[in-house]
Each structure stands twice: as structure tokens, then as C-alpha cells.
């Protein structure tokens, strides 16, 4: 078996997350749906105690920074799929809560996403081997993460972006 170089494995890597990424947006954008971007807050949010969380732990749940998580929450907000709270007890809490629209935008992407499953995910893979680069996929998340990072695994779907 060949050995392949570090950057190869880097930039086979690299080319498939943004292959499917890139057919997944355009899945999402000829049905109308929801951003992958946005999908993912959605679905965080959709998992959340009462559908709503604080910006900051979206942040840290998405590995995204903050700030580009309260531009995606105020193009969710625009769309009426979110709304914006502050706690009662602290008023520089601010939460990202999902609102009914925002649980039918949430549905339809899945749906859109379901559709496009087989093509985008099984193109050249059998589901034996779909599920073997999942769990690999997973293992290397999570040992990448900061230390908390196994916590933050706590299920099959916990990884997920749609």
C-alpha cells in the first residue's frame, strides 16, 4: 500500500469537506431552505433545553466564533426563525430562542437534507464504509478538541449538522 504524504492527506481531506459542503449549500438553496450555517444553529437550539441557548454557548457548541454566531442568530432573527431574549437575572445574557417558524425552517432543511443524503454522502461509498468514516471522523473531532472535548460527545447525533 502506498503511503501518502501528510499535505495529501491534507488536502484529499480538505477537498471532500468542501465538495460536500458546497453540494449540500446548493441542495439547501435550490429548496429554499435555511444555510447550513444556520441549519446548524437551528438544530443546536432545536436539542436545548426550552429551544433556546445563550450566544456564547452556541459559540462554543458550534466551534464557531461568537461573533459570527450573532450575525448568523440576526439573519435567523430576520427570518422570524429565532428571537432574541435577555435573562431576568442577568441582563448582558443574551439568548438565541427558536421560534415555531424556526422549527418548520428546521424541518424543511432536514427534509432537504434527507433527499440529498444518498447522493452526496453514498456517492462512491457503500454504507458500511459511510459509517466506518463517520467513526473515524468522530474519533478525530473529538481528539482534537480542548480538554472537555469527549463531554462534549455525548450521542450518535451529537455531531451532527443537520
Given at each position: 500500500m502506498n503511503e501518502l504524504s501528510p499535505e495529501t492527506h491534507l488536502d484529499i481531506f480538505l477537498r471532500a469537506s468542501r465538495i460536500v459542503a458546497s453540494r449540500l449549500a446548493q441542495a439547501f438553496a435550490d429548496a429554499d431552505a435555511v444555510r447550513t450555517r444556520e441549519a446548524s444553529?437551528?438544530?443546536?437550539?432545536?436539542?436545548?433545553?426550552?429551544?433556546?441557548?445563550?450566544?456564547?454557548?452556541?459559540?462554543?457548541?458550534?466551534?464557531?466564533?461568537?461573533?459570527?454566531?450573532?450575525?448568523?442568530v440576526d439573519r435567523l432573527e430576520r427570518a422570524g426563525y429565532v428571537q432574541r431574549l435577555?435573562?431576568?437575572?442577568?441582563?448582558?445574557?443574551?439568548?438565541?430562542?427558536m421560534t415555531s417558524e424556526g422549527r418548520n425552517a428546521l424541518r424543511h432543511v432536514t427534509r432537504v437534507f434527507?433527499?440529498?443524503?444518498?447522493?452526496?454522502?453514498?456517492?462512491?461509498?457503500?454504507?458500511?464504509?459511510?459509517?466506518?468514516?463517520?467513526?473515524l471522523l468522530r474519533r478525530l473531532y473529538v481528539a482534537n478538541l480542548p480538554a472537555r472535548g469527549a463531554e462534549m460527545l455525548s450521542g450518535p447525533e451529537a455531531v451532527s449538522t443537520v
Amino acid at each position: 500500500m502506498n503511503e501518502l504524504s501528510p499535505e495529501t492527506h491534507l488536502d484529499i481531506f480538505l477537498r471532500a469537506s468542501r465538495i460536500v459542503a458546497s453540494r449540500l449549500a446548493q441542495a439547501f438553496a435550490d429548496a429554499d431552505a435555511v444555510r447550513t450555517r444556520e441549519a446548524s444553529v437551528l438544530v443546536s437550539l432545536d436539542r436545548a433545553p426550552d429551544r433556546r441557548m445563550r450566544i456564547d454557548e452556541l459559540s462554543q457548541d458550534l466551534l464557531i466564533e461568537k461573533s459570527s454566531v450573532s450575525r448568523t442568530v440576526d439573519r435567523l432573527e430576520r427570518a422570524g426563525y429565532v428571537q432574541r431574549l435577555t435573562s431576568n437575572h442577568d441582563r448582558r445574557a443574551v439568548y438565541a430562542a427558536m421560534t415555531s417558524e424556526g422549527r418548520n425552517a428546521l424541518r424543511h432543511v432536514t427534509r432537504v437534507f434527507r433527499s440529498a443524503f444518498d447522493e452526496v454522502f453514498l456517492a462512491g461509498l457503500t454504507p458500511a464504509e459511510l459509517d466506518q468514516m463517520t467513526e473515524l471522523l468522530r474519533r478525530l473531532y473529538v481528539a482534537n478538541l480542548p480538554a472537555r472535548g469527549a463531554e462534549m460527545l455525548s450521542g450518535p447525533e451529537a455531531v451532527s449538522t443537520v
